[in-house]
Nanobody, 117 residues
Framework: QVQLVESGGDLVQAGGSLRLSCVAF????????MGWYRQAPGKQREFVAA???????TYEDSVKGRFTISKDTPKRTVYLQMNGLKPEDTGVYYC???????????WGQGTQVTVSS
């Protein structure tokens, strides 16, 4: 079964840290680009970070220097280390898998991150 399962979301104070995890099932993990997106209440889902099969990393400008994306291929897991959290980082964080072979994107169910001021 094709599935992405996120975890690690929590309520944290501004300036704090969280590490999100996304475990992949049923996808060609080593070949796919894995990404993190977030959606704040009343806003559209937006890109946060991505890591390619060759471990090239890209970040949305507002998280550069604070967030780090990484992956552990044997564990089929992608991580998002978030430091220096701000209230504007609040939202539901989603994991996404993009295949280089034209297969449909796969999304996780999301994990809630709430940053209090």
């Amino acid at each position: 079964q094709v599935q992405l399962v996120e975890s690690g979301g929590d309520l944290v104070q501004a300036g704090g840290s969280l590490r999100l995890s996304c475990v992949a099932f049923g996808i060609y993990f080593s070949a796919n680009t894995m990404g993190w997106y977030r959606q704040a209440p009343g806003k559209q889902r937006e890109f946060v970070a991505a890591i390619t099969s060759t471990e090239q990393k890209t970040y949305e400008d507002s998280v550069k220097g604070r967030f780090t994306i990484s992956k552990d291929t044997p564990k089929r897991t992608v991580y998002l280390q978030m430091n220096g959290l701000k209230p504007e980082d609040t939202g539901v964080y989603y994991c996404k898998s993009t295949s280089p072979y034209g297969r449909p994107d796969v999304w996780g169910q999301g994990t809630q991150v709430t940053v209090s001021s």
